[in-house]
């Protein structure tokens, strides 16, 4: 499996790799995922190496840190509060410690305070992921301002 990556019989490049950072990504990944109309400059500046690990890792997806703290290594928090982000028209919203409302799975239940009816509430055999800078910001690159996964991004948890 390391000559997927690397050559052992001589290479141009560090570490005997195949190929420089990204382009040596592209061999086993979609290169559409890095090619929307706003990419991550980190992935130009360092590569995928700066927040994946190439070999092993701890952490999901072969991140070299949590996820919340792997972002704020390079993008500090606007405001002191712990586990808080600052958003436009100076509001505020949770990231950590919070369960990720687009990822739990609901269903419907007899509503307690009249059984005629019913109410979705959150499954508790699946309690959905927690909130993190992914939920709401792709890390690779995305069609919206900010890396934002959609536009109108608070209407992917918050239904109005």
Excluded: W
């Excluded at 190929?19 to 559409?32: I, M, N, T, V």
């Excluded at 700066?50 to 997806?61: D, L, M």
């Amino acid at each position: 499996m390391c000559t997927a990556c690397h050559s052992p019989h001589g290479s141009d490049t560090e570490k005997l790799l195949k190929s420089e950072q990204p382009g040596l990504y592209y061999e086993c990944h979609d290169r559409a995922i890095f090619t929307k109309k706003y990419p991550h400059k980190i992935i130009d500046v360092g590569g995928c190496s700066s927040c994946h690990a190439p070999h092993v890792s701890k952490h999901p997806f072969l991140l070299l840190n949590e996820i919340q703290e792997l972002c704020l290594g390079c993008h500090r928090p606007t405001l002191k509060l712990p586990r808080v982000m600052a958003l436009p028209g100076k509001k505020r919203h949770p990231v950590g410690g919070i369960i990720d409302p687009s990822t739990e799975k609901m269903i419907k239940m007899p509503d307690p305070a009249n059984p005629k009816r019913t109410v979705e509430v959150p499954d508790p055999a699946v309690p959905g992921e927690p909130m993190t800078c992914g939920s709401c910001h792709d890390p690779h690159s995305s069609d919206f301002k900010g890396l934002l996964t959609q536009a109108r991004i608070c209407t992917k948890c918050h239904k109005y």
